[in-house]
């Protein structure tokens, strides 16, 4: 007998459609539970809710991210269709290369950035990198080859501002609720992720690769107008600019921790990515219906990360959670290898998506908190842009090494490696300290406007 998760060339889904009419009813039952599960202290402490400045930095810089990764993530599931209908996109390392080459230079230009948002202000350097990114984005959309295709991307990665917007958000949030507002912006990550794998391939029926690289110039523009008029003011600068920061402090072992873990974080998740589809496909699932898969359990795992990382980082047990999903993300990473031995099942891999999402997301939220945190005085855009330096080459390691893990090992070698990857940052992190919160003097709670 057939399996019912098995799907023949050209037969309808049977297993998507049915997720498709009873996901957001699952989630919005869910989400209503998550909302009535609040740690009691922060029904009656006003210090762990947030100001109506604290609210407003946090939807404006994340609404911005978000529409800037988006823009980013669209072209992923067409870009290696689209490119082989330009002069020169037959050949497939050129194309990688096209695709690649945006990773490699927001890895060259994090630090700088992040240096400039302490010395310069951080918006200045945001209205900077989105106004490079939206140019990128045209020259992309106007490429007649592969060749200009490459030097827009490397135009787009030119707009390296994920360490100003990380500082300028810590700057305007008190540690208490720090977390919680990086939570918005890292969360932004996956969620636009699952929502480009639904929307990239549907705009670019219709507009190609051109119409979404044009969108995604006209979301940079719009965010540049956020970043004026909705996002508050940034706090002033000191006479001279912030204070020079040793390079010494920007290495402390507290930071180092954050460093390689991120670091391993996104080359995992990258790595996973390599194999992931083709397994999302061995089960019955087809290409265009992938997104239904990935956008459901990011949902819910936004959930689980509600109900789990804002109350137990009040009640200081910010550290077992933490070394909780390092060590379930590890475990996820096994139950794939036994998976790919066999013929994976919808099921199991829907289920193994969704632990996944539940530890990458509160490690997402939480590492950039920690490393404002850590970071010396008047040198937090400077760490974080050596922080997102080291996000960037995760990316571009897990891309590249992961497939070439995938060619020479197989798919059971990739998964083992990510789990490998995952026993040394839980031993690194193993010695993590959490230190305290203690309010910022650039957000200072106003009860009045407490949340």
């Given at each position: 007998?057939?399996s ?90 050129a ?33 900077l ?32 501002i ?21 939570a ?163 099921w ?25 945190r ?9 760490a ?27 798919t ?9 990857l ?30």
């Amino acid at each position: 007998m057939r399996s019912q998760g098995v799907l023949t060339k050209g037969q309808p889904s049977i297993i998507v459609k049915p997720i498709r009419a009873r996901a957001w009813d699952t989630i919005s039952t869910l989400s209503a539970h998550a909302r009535t599960v609040t740690h009691p202290t922060a029904q009656t402490d006003p210090a762990s809710r947030m100001t109506a400045l604290e609210r407003r930095a946090s939807f404006s810089l994340a609404t911005v991210y978000a529409m800037r990764m988006l823009g980013l993530f669209m072209v992923l599931p067409v870009f290696a269709l689209e490119a082989r209908r330009y002069p020169g996109g037959e050949d497939a390392a050129a194309m990688g290369l096209a695709l690649g080459v945006y990773g490699l230079v927001q890895a060259l230009l994090q630090i700088p950035f992040g240096l400039a948002a302490d010395r310069w202000g951080r918006k200045r350097v945001m209205l900077l990198g989105l106004a490079l990114f939206a140019v990128g984005s045209l020259i992309a959309a106007g490429a007649g080859d592969l060749h200009t295709l490459a030097w827009g991307r490397a135009m787009q990665g030119c707009g390296a501002i994920s360490a100003a917007v990380s500082a300028l958000l810590a700057d305007q949030t008190r540690d208490v609720v720090r977390t919680k507002a990086l939570a918005l912006l890292g969360g932004s990550i996956g969620l636009m992720f699952a929502l480009s794998l639904v929307v990239g391939p549907w705009l670019s029926q219709w507009a190609g690769l051109p119409g979404l690289f044009n969108l995604t110039a006209v979301m940079a523009v719009a965010g540049m107008a956020m970043v004026v008029w909705w996002t508050p003011a940034e706090p002033p600068m000191p006479l001279g600019g912030a204070p020079r920061v040793r390079w010494a402090e920007l290495f402390n072992p507290d930071l180092l921790r954050l460093y390689v873990g991120v670091f391993v974080l996104y080359a995992v998740q990258f790595a996973t990515w390599v194999s992931m589809p083709a397994l999302l496909v061995q089960a019955g699932v087809l290409q265009a219906d992938h997104g239904w898969v990935y956008l459901p359990t990011v949902l819910l795992s936004f959930v689980f990360m509600g109900m789990t990382l804002f109350p137990m980082e009040r009640r200081g047990q910010l550290r077992p959670l933490f070394l909780a999903c390092i060590a379930g993300v590890m475990l996820v990473q096994l139950v794939l290898l036994w998976v790919s031995l066999g013929t994976a099942q919808l099921w199991v891999l829907a289920l193994l998506l969704f632990f996944f999402f539940c530890g990458f997301n509160v490690l997402e939220a939480s590492q950039p908190s920690l490393a404002s945190r850590f970071a010396p005085s008047g040198g937090r855009g400077s760490a974080l842009g050596v922080y997102n330096t080291l996000q960037s080459l995760g990316i571009f390691a897990g891309g590249a090494f992961g497939g070439w893990l995938a060619k020479g090992g197989g798919t059971p070698g990739l998964f083992l490696c990510c789990a490998l990857l995952m026993g040394v940052w839980l031993a690194v992190a193993w010695a993590m300290v959490v230190p305290p919160p203690h309010a910022s003097p650039a957000a200072t709670p106003d009860p009045a406007q407490a949340a």
